[in-house]
T-cell receptor, first 115, second 113 residues
Framework: NAGVMQNPRHLVRRRGQEARLRCSPM?????VYWYRQLPEEGLKFMVY????????ESGMPKERFSAEFPKEGPSILRIQQVVRGDSAAYFCASSRDRGSYNEQFFGPGTRLTVL | DQQVKQNSPSLSVQEGRISILNCDYT??????FLWYKKYPAEGPTFLISISSIKDKNEDGRFTVFLNKSAKHLSLHIVPSQPGDSAVYFC????????????FGKGTKLTVNP
């Protein structure tokens, strides 16, 4: 009964490189959410996806960030040309349905460090 | 513009006593509230939730109270145990919206043996 899986758990990139973060939702879940946590802060919503669709990307920075959730395979959060300010913990969550009162279950996170 | 506020960054209680964690919100459209517990280097773990049609929800040692008129909710843990030591996040969502959760900054609870 695997939970939400994220990999890698730790990722180190130099400024200007690309970072790819992967998330596999819980079995039976078709809704994926990405959140970012800066040091000493709460989690901030970035994007909400269903299979092959972006439902809400209101929390995504306008440039360099993109997300996808293909029909097959994990959801990917992609950060191009990383900068030091992108250093954070990125958490993925999944839920079963859309609608009222659905708990989101979180993965262990990917800790991105930009040198 | 913080829509969910946890004004106490930390709380320390004795084992066996009650822990009360507080959360305030400003968005009157929020109608579903959740508490998550987080250990260092792990993802948040769902604890308990409450919808706006209720004012109390209980699950074992954990009880959440909601005061809609005051836009305030609290999490009570009784009795507190050392294993409860973690950061607790309050979160809220708006039904009919995108289901995104809006989080507070968290309260670090320490339960002393």
């Amino acid at each position: 009964n695997a939970g939400v899986m994220q990999n890698p758990r730790h990722l180190v990139r130099r400024r200007g490189q690309e970072a790819r973060l992967r998330c596999s939702p819980m079995k039976g879940h078709s809704h994926v959410y990405w959140y970012r946590q800066l040091p000493e802060e709460g989690l901030k919503f970035m994007v909400y996806l269903q299979k092959e669709n972006i439902i809400d990307e209101s929390g995504m920075p306008k440039e360099r960030f993109s997300a996808e959730f293909p029909k097959e395979g994990p959801s990917i959060l992609r950060i191009q040309q990383v900068v030091r300010g992108d250093s954070a913990a990125y958490f993925c969550a999944s839920s079963r349905d859309r609608g009222s009162y659905n708990e989101q279950f979180f993965g262990p996170g990917t800790r991105l460090t930009v040198l | 513009d913080q829509q969910v506020k946890q004004n106490s960054p930390s709380l320390s209680v004795q084992e066996g006593r009650i822990s009360i964690l507080n959360c305030d919100y400003t968005n009157s459209m929020f109608d579903y509230f959740l508490w998550y517990k987080k250990y260092p280097a792990e993802g948040p773990t769902f604890l308990i939730s409450i919808s706006s049609i209720k004012d109390k929800n209980e699950d074992g040692r954990f009880t959440v109270f909601l005061n809609k008129s005051a836009k305030h909710l609290s999490l009570h843990i009784v009795p507190s145990q050392p294993g409860d030591s973690a950061v607790y996040f309050c979160a809220a969502s708006e039904r009919g919206g995108s289901e995104k959760l809006v989080f507070g900054k968290g309260t670090k609870l320490t339960v002393n043996p």
